[in-house]
């Protein structure tokens, strides 16, 4: 079995290859390690080999994880799963983005709850690209009013767009669900009333970092690569 250190290895070799192909920067595309149901060893295997940014889908297990790494300097915590409005203090209150963000209503409370003395917390809007039926996240056509108005809330900073297409679909799909998030992004950019650095595109998963990157992700959400097969039966 090859250890986290290898996997990391091996992830970091993909997304360079992937971003030279693409003709772009060396660097401009960061991992994020998605670690839901990893335990807390597994994570600080991660950080030994300089993997600072965690994604978690589920609140008490992340925050039982912050609590228990919480001796290891610059982690950052990324809150990449649905999100219930009765949660949203606590990640207000312990993680530095949040991708999952589909609703004004989340992202007011998220603005309000976000404690003074820590600097805005970094939003994604959250889009069901495929528009599927079963998916969270905002469609494409209802982005530009939402956008416009998160952008306004004072405690968070708009960085920019989240999905999670289909993994399975064929490949020209997958990658058409791609390129609507990054115009979608773009259009945001050139709308006039939306602010903020709207420099991410979280997009790209184990499986399809590569078409990910191609299509201009930014940061790609890799767990399977990184640390394994996962059990998701919970
Ligand atoms: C689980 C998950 C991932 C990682 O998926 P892998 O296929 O294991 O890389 C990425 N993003 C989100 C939102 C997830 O829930």
Same mark, same amino acid.
């Given at each position: 079995?090859?250890?986290?250190?290898?996997? @990391?290895?091996?992830?970091?070799?993909?997304?360079?290859?992937?971003?030279?192909?693409?003709?772009?920067?060396?660097?401009?595309?960061?991992?994020?390690?998605?670690?839901?149901?990893?335990?807390?060893? $597994?994570?600080?295997?991660?950080?030994?080999?300089?993997?600072?940014?965690?994604?978690?889908?589920?609140?008490?297990?992340?925050? $039982?994880?912050?609590?228990?790494?919480?001796?290891?300097?610059?982690?950052?915590?990324?809150? @990449?799963?649905?999100?219930?409005?009765?949660?949203?203090?606590?990640?207000?209150?312990?993680?530095?983005?949040?991708?999952?963000?589909?609703?004004?209503?989340?992202?007011?409370?998220?603005?309000?709850?976000?404690?003074? $003395?820590?600097?805005?917390?970094? @939003?994604?809007?959250?889009?069901?690209?495929?528009?599927?039926?079963?998916?969270?996240?905002?469609?494409?056509?209802?982005?530009?009013?939402?956008?416009?108005?998160?952008?306004?809330?004072?405690?968070?900073?708009?960085?920019?767009?989240?999905? @999670?297409?289909?993994?399975?679909?064929?490949?020209?799909?997958?990658?058409?669900?791609?390129?609507?998030?990054?115009?979608?992004?773009?259009?945001?950019?050139?709308?006039?009333?939306?602010?903020?650095?709207?420099?991410?595109?979280?997009?790209?998963?184990?499986?399809?970092?590569?078409?990910?990157?191609?299509?201009?992700?930014?940061?790609?959400?890799?767990?399977?690569?990184?640390?394994?097969?996962?059990? $998701?039966?919970?």
């Amino acid at each position: 079995m090859s250890s986290i250190a290898d996997n @990391i290895r091996s992830v970091t070799r993909r997304i360079q290859k992937a971003t030279k192909a693409a003709a772009r920067a060396d660097g401009s595309v960061s991992l994020l390690a998605v670690s839901k149901t990893r335990p807390a060893e $597994d994570l600080r295997e991660a950080a030994a080999s300089g993997q600072l940014a965690f994604g978690e889908n589920y609140l008490q297990e992340a925050l $039982d994880k912050i609590s228990a790494l919480s001796d290891l300097p610059g982690l950052e915590w990324h809150f @990449i799963g649905p999100i219930q409005s009765n949660k949203t203090r606590a990640i207000a209150e312990h993680f530095q983005w949040v991708h999952s963000v589909d609703r004004l209503k989340v992202a007011r409370r998220l603005s309000e709850q976000r404690p003074q $003395d820590l600097p805005p917390l970094n @939003i994604c809007l959250q889009v069901n690209v495929d528009n599927e039926d079963s998916k969270s996240g905002c469609r494409l056509e209802e982005l530009p009013e939402l956008a416009a108005a998160v952008s306004e809330l004072p405690r968070l900073s708009l960085r920019g767009l989240m999905a @999670i297409p289909d993994p399975d679909q064929p490949e020209d799909r997958l990658r058409a669900s791609f390129r609507a998030l990054a115009n979608g992004l773009d259009q945001l950019r050139q709308q006039e009333n939306v602010n903020g650095p709207l420099d991410t595109l979280s997009m790209g998963m184990s499986g399809d970092l590569e078409l990910a990157i191609a299509e201009g992700a930014t940061l790609v959400r890799v767990g399977t690569a990184m640390f394994g097969a996962r059990d $998701d039966s919970r």
